[in-house]
């Protein structure tokens, strides 16, 4: 199957790897079929990329490449529309934005989208985005490197 994306071009796409986000993303609700494609050479940046719309492609990055663990509870509703049989299948993403008001050494900052993660069943290629209401933060030092856990917090 061949898809046009105006970021990454003209793109052979298997069907049994699109991604099915059954109500779509909050604000792209109408957008239900998605792809993932990474960087060449890169283990940080991926692209979601709309099937049905050409102009719409997230930069996503997967939460522990910044020392970022989640911890929450799934709804029964969230678990029924992911449909996971196995939490080893869970792939957590993180929405990538630019700020283009705020610039370090004249280029624009990057910025992760940590309270509204993307949980997608890579087996099953089904997907939702969580939005955390209640979220706490609590950075934890340690050597060599900095981390950072995010958790919804319950009531």
């Known amino acids: 199957m061949e898809i046009k994306s105006k970021m990454l071009g003209q793109q052979q796409v298997d069907p049994e790897t699109i991604i099915q986000f059954p109500e779509g993303i909050p604000g792209f609700e109408d957008q239900k079929r998605f792809k993932l494609f990474h960087k060449e050479g890169s283990s940080v940046l991926y692209w979601l990329q709309s099937i049905d719309n050409e102009d719409l492609t997230f930069s996503v ?17 969230e ?21 283009e008001d705020k610039k370090e050494n004249g280029k624009p900052v990057i910025k992760g989208s940590i309270k509204s993660p993307l949980l997608i069943n890579g087996s099953k290629r089904i997907g939702l985005q969580k939005v955390l209401v209640k979220v706490e933060q609590s950075i934890i030092l340690s050597e060599p490197s900095n981390e950072i856990d995010v958790a919804e917090i319950t009531d």
């Open 79 to 99: 678990q029924q529309i992911l449909a996971l049989d196995n939490m080893d299948d869970l792939i957590i993403l993180i929405l990538l934005h630019t700020d």
């Open 61 to 77: 990055t997967l939460p522990t490449q910044f020392s970022i663990n989640y911890s929450f509870v799934l709804t029964d509703r």
